[in-house]
């Protein structure tokens, strides 16, 4: 078994990844490379960049090709963009036309403020939508210049397995053909329906159930005064979120509770302009504006982290962990899991299979620290009803204190849940709200619950039981054919899911219910 070919690795121009047909020339039976990423979005192409860059081979295997439309909140952070303009990629997202957002308007119940964002000399912007087909094509394109080989349209079907119950490979299906590639690490980074999870035996927990749904559209034609401010209006039982997107395109989400799901399922064009009118900050801004792209929903879903790491394999981005998308932070946080993947695999792949797994168990328990309490003020925001009154009074409190810089940069991990929503500070919160309200018996027990409830996510629920030393690999799984494709009204494919997610067309005077699914890939916010 010889190394791939440097033939597999193409260089793209204008025509972009799908149209080149990387890594479809002659290929063998069997190859061999370093590592194996599963997935070419937010979390496997640029983990891909950081590991070419490195000098480590790597094959990426992407069942979609590229440029292909995705479920997404499209929004990114400053440090997102900050990770991108390091990548080397700003020039080619300044191309798309994106307008980074300098102002933030918030409003959490009846605490609001407009001001611009706390920026780095370095940063691009407070934050930016931009179009998931159009950034992952961007990421993958770098990918490809520092040297990875991306093939499109190539589905693993199986991994391999050595001696010692170690991941040592995957088995792909290119057309009618299968193959298989040997490589010292496999990365599943293929999404919330992972295979590779599904392959190892993956388990999930602190699984958080979602009590909202969210629909996402892009208008055009909205008014020049609302263009550089980002939206955030969460107040009583609604929650809305806006901007400016790449060319010229002006992105509004909103997120219906279960009393609006069935309305929202054949009303949902007249649904999503009614929150978007009764939100002030845009409905004048909107007020001559059309939508523009179809509307894209999630309606059942559920929060959790997965078991990121075994003998020759990891999970990156949806695929181990995600969250509500209330909080924005699916693509910023699979760009910070790559790049904190990366510096384990960097580190460890030349010293064997023994340090490379032993790096990656520690990356996993790092991961879970990192993210969790984000996770938890996504929940926070994600909840049915109101925010809680401790919360916003929280918010309120550091707003009199004249410093909300830590408030803004706890949505790019520049400060952290703790320094924020430390368990004194939300105590305190909690006695003020009292204090301060009309009913403050709803408030107080409302706030009681809230505090007993904080002790337990920040101690109780880490997943002891489930320590890197204790996982039980699944013996290989033979994977059945992929069913057809479905398409949607235009005939655009898209992949299946099991789970209850839909895009809506909007060619149509009221949208009905669609059958056609689609999976939501590393971010929604």
């Known amino acids: ?122 940063d691009l912007g407070g934050s930016v939508f931009l179009r998931r087909h159009l950034l992952d094509d961007i990421v993958a394109q770098r990918a490809v210049e520092v040297g990875a080989d991306i093939r499109m349209g190539a589905k693993v079907v199986d991994l391999l397995w050595d001696d010692n119950k170690r991941v040592c490979g995957v088995r792909v299906r290119e057309g009618e053909k299968e193959y298989d590639i040997r490589a010292q690490l496999v990365v ?108 894209a929903g999630i309606r059942s879903f559920e929060g959790y982290y997965r078991q990121a790491a075994g003998p020759g394999w990891i999970l990156v981005g949806d695929s181990g962990h995600f969250k509500d998308p209330a909080l924005g932070r699916g693509i910023g946080d699979a760009f910070q899991q790559a790049q904190d993947a990366a510096e384990a695999i960097i580190e460890g792949l030349p010293h064997g299979s023994e340090r490379l797994d032993a790096n990656l168990a520690r990356w996993w328990v790092a991961r879970d620290a990192f993210f969790e309490g984000h996770s938890w003020l996504a929940a926070n925001l994600g909840r049915a009803g109101a925010i809680p009154a401790a919360v916003t009074e929280a918010v309120r409190i550091r707003q009199m204190s004249g410093d ?48 007993l409830r904080e002790p337990v996510r920040r101690w109780r629920r880490r997943p002891s039981q489930l320590v890197p030393a204790e996982l039980s690999p699944a013996m290989p799984v033979t994977v059945l054919a992929e069913p057809a494709e479905k398409t949607s009204g235009d005939n655009v494919p898209l992949p299946s899911s099991t789970e209850s997610t839909e895009i809506i067309p909007m060619n149509k005077d009221t949208p009905t219910p669609s059958d056609v699914t689609t999976e939501l890939s590393e971010v929604t916010a």
């Open 188 to 295: 599943g980074a293929d999404g919330r329906n992972s295979s590779v999870a599904n392959l190892v035996g993956s388990r999930k927990y602190n699984i958080i159930p979602n009590e909202r749904s969210y629909y996402f559209t892009f208008f055009e034609g909205a008014d020049e005064s609302i263009m550089d401010t980002f939206v955030f209006h969460r107040f009583g039982d609604r929650m809305l979120w806006s901007g400016s997107g790449d060319n010229g395109l002006y992105l509004v989400g909103v997120s219906p509770e279960s009393h609006e799901r069935e309305y929202f399922r054949t009303e949902t064009e007249k649904g999503l302009l009614a929150h978007m009118r009764a939100c002030d900050a845009i409905a004048d801004g909107l007020a001559n504006a059309r939508i523009a792209t179809k509307i």
């Open 404 to 451: 909300l810089t830590p408030f803004f940069d706890l949505f790019c991990h520049r400060t952290r849940y703790d320094d924020v929503f430390s368990l004194r500070k939300l105590t305190m919160a909690a006695m003020s709200a009292v204090r301060h309200s009309d009913s403050p018996g709803p408030v107080l027990r409302e706030s009681m619950t809230q505090l």
């Open 1 to 122: 078994m010889g190394s791939p070919s440097s033939e597999h690795v193409r260089r793209t121009g204008t025509t972009g990844i799908g149209q080149t047909g990387i890594g479809q020339t002659g290929l063998g039976q069997s190859e061999v490379t370093d590592v194996v990423i599963v997935g070419s979005r937010c979390a496997g192409a640029p983990l891909s960049a950081l590991l070419s860059l490195a000098g480590i081979r790597v094959t990426v295997l992407e069942q979609a090709r590229f440029p292909k439309p995705v479920l997404s909140s499209h929004l990114m952070e400053a440090d997102a963009l900050d990770f991108l303009r390091r990548l080397g990629v700003e020039d080619a997202l300044r191309a798309t036309g994106i307008r980074p957002h300098q102002i933030a308007d918030i409003r959490l119940n009846d605490v609001r403020f407009k001001q611009p964002f706390p920026l780095r000399f370095d």
